[in-house]
């Protein structure tokens, strides 16, 4: 792992290029635009930019719209409203109508820090998750922002990407293989596989370091793509494995660990725990502070881990 | 304007009250009453106004049209199949389980629906985005789109009026489809709107009122919108809920409740003028159908 930096100021730059590769590119903002890194493309792209000012509803109808034209509207937001203002917009409008448009959500979760609750989306892959037509992605690190934005405009319909606020380590390579609904395996063991998305796919392997140096192998595995989910690298490990971790900046209802739960209470039954925001809004707070508080950090994995380890010994994995 | 086309758009207007009417009681629901308010809007925009191919529906160089008030979409699938988008038998499976005609509109499964509209308030957002992007690709289509007097309470509209004006959006027409009454009543009692002409006006629109049911207005209105280049343009029309039909004009009951065979054969003798199927053949399909139910 070698620097830092935050997924949404890598978002900045991959749209400046992508704006200049391909003209059908046009990016619609609802006033923070300096936030979500989007004005670097309107100062490129003027006319290819439309501010439609604090206004998520029509940000997202007016992206459906421009969509219908032939472009590629990506449509940036902080991700609370992206996802929860302006929610019946993206169901009935873009996910019904299956419409083009990339919705790119910057300051998800609770590293959002210092705005407080109102802010932290912590709920926002759970919706997303649920409607049909769209694909949700949370990208590991500046790398996996770059190539999961390309590989969201090479695809036709609606894509939700979320992005951080705070800087965070290089977890993958400029040349490391994305696709959209494969998960990647950053890290080989057997005794458990954790099952990480976004900031906490480096959280993750801070706890395998700590697990091998208490003699447990942990796979750690990058599920960049929490819809569609990878259906076989989650049951091939879980056979595998036996025992696994979901870890995830996100309400532990409705994200990664229900997407996870719900496959594997249908197929395969082993040892599972969630890592994750327990059903709280959260508070004011420096993003180190709120990790730790919510408990999501490296050392929060390690103790789930150890209670995912006892039941594997105690339980018995059923898998079809 | 020459007569004949007035007669043909007047024809058409009639055959496309007949067919909601039909389509709705054959369904066994539906929202009759705005959609008759709204017919002769339809009609002029189908079979005057629109450049459109029903051969094409794709076409690029089509105008677009986008049905804001979806509940009202037995109107546009009138329309649609009166232009030859698809059979004007298929409006016989209208809101019933595998048809393409859905409750509310779906651009997805219906051939001509450019945008899924039913949640309210929605369409004008839509249509900016058309018409930003229409521009952006340097296409001289027009988007026009039916907004109802009752969704003007969401928020979303007056967003994308904002919008519209802000970004000069002079390739775009709205129609707002002034019945005065939404679902739980008159507007004026539920939610009031008024004065509308000065709120579109304050938001940076040019305003026409107008007839809603008089062919000559609606035309004019249509051309001076389009010829309006300095802006986004809203024409008001004043319509009168379930026009064309005396027991169901004003009368607010037949929001979201379609005819019983009876009344529909009140109405389809009240409304005379040509009838797309014959009326023996019309009414054995209707039995056919209601034993069905």
Known sequence: ?????????????????????????????????????????????????????????????????????????????????????????????????????????????????????????????????????????????????????????????????????????????????????????????????????????????????????????SAVINVHTIKPLDRETVLETAKRCGALITAEEHSIVGGLGSAVAELLSTECWVALGMVGVKDTFGESGSPKELMKKYGITAGDIVEKAKEVLNKKKTGRAVCR | MAKELLKLIREKATQIRKLVLVMTTVAGSGHPGGALSSADIVATLYFWFLRHNPDDPNWMKRDRFILSKGHSAPVLYAALALCGYFSPNELLTLRRIDSRLQGHPSSIKTPGVEVSTGSLGQGLSVA????????????????????????????????????????????????????????????????????????????????????????????????????????????????????????????????????????????????GGEIYWKERDLLEMLTERCSLV
Request: aromatic content about 6%; charged content about 20%; hydrophobic content about 45%.
């Open chain 1, 1 to 217: 792992m070698e620097g830092t930096r935050s997924t949404r100021d890598a978002y900045g730059e991959v749209l400046v290029s992508l704006g200049v590769e391909n003209p059908k590119i046009v990016v619609v903002d609802a006033d923070v635009s300096k936030a979500t890194r989007t004005s670097l493309f309107a100062r490129q792209f003027p006319e290819r930019f439309f501010n439609v000012g604090v206004a998520e509803q029509n940000l997202m109808g007016v992206a459906a719209g421009l969509s219908l034209t032939g472009l590629i509207p990506i449509a940036s937001t902080f991700a609370v409203f992206a996802t929860g203002r302006a929610f019946d917009q993206v169901r009935n409008t873009i996910a019904y109508g299956n419409c083009n448009v990339k919705i790119v959500a910057t300051h998800g979760g609770i590293t959002v820090g210092e705005d407080g609750a109102s802010h932290q989306s912590i709920e926002d892959i759970a919706l997303m998750r649920v409607l049909p037509n769209m694909k949700v992605i949370v990208p590991a690190d500046a790398f996996e922002v770059e190539k999961a934005l390309r590989a969201a405009v090479r695809i036709y319909g609606p894509v939700y990407i979320r992005l951080g606020r705070v800087p965070v380590p290089t977890v993958t390579s400029k040349c490391s293989h994305f696709e959209i609904g494969r998960a990647n395996v950053l890290r080989d063991g057997s005794d458990l596989a954790i099952l990480a998305t976004g900031i906490m796919v480096s959280e993750s392997l801070k706890a395998a370091e700590i697990l091998s140096s208490e003699g447990v192998e």
């Open chain 2, 128 to 271: 900016c985005g058309i018409a930003a992007g229409l521009r952006l690709c340097n296409s001289d289509s027009r988007v026009c789109v039916l907004l109802g007097d009752g969704e003007l309470d969401e928020g979303q509209v007056w967003e994308a009026a904002l919008f519209a004006s802000h970004y000069s959006l002079s390739n775009l027409i709205a129609i707002v489809d002034f019945n005065g009454f939404q679902v739980d009543g008159k507007l004026c009692e539920v939610m009031n709107i008024s004065p509308l002409v000065l709120k579109w006006k304050s938001f940076g629109w040019k305003v026409l009122e107008i007839d809603g049911h008089n062919i000559g207005q609606i035309v004019r209105g249509l051309k001076k919108a389009s010829m309006y280049r300095r802006g986004p343009f809203v024409i008001i029309a004043k319509t009168v809920k379930g026009k064309g039909v005396s027991f169901l004009e004003n009368n607010n009951d037949y929001h979201g409740k379609p005819l019983n065979e009876s009344q529909l054969k009140a109405a389809l003798i009240e409304l």
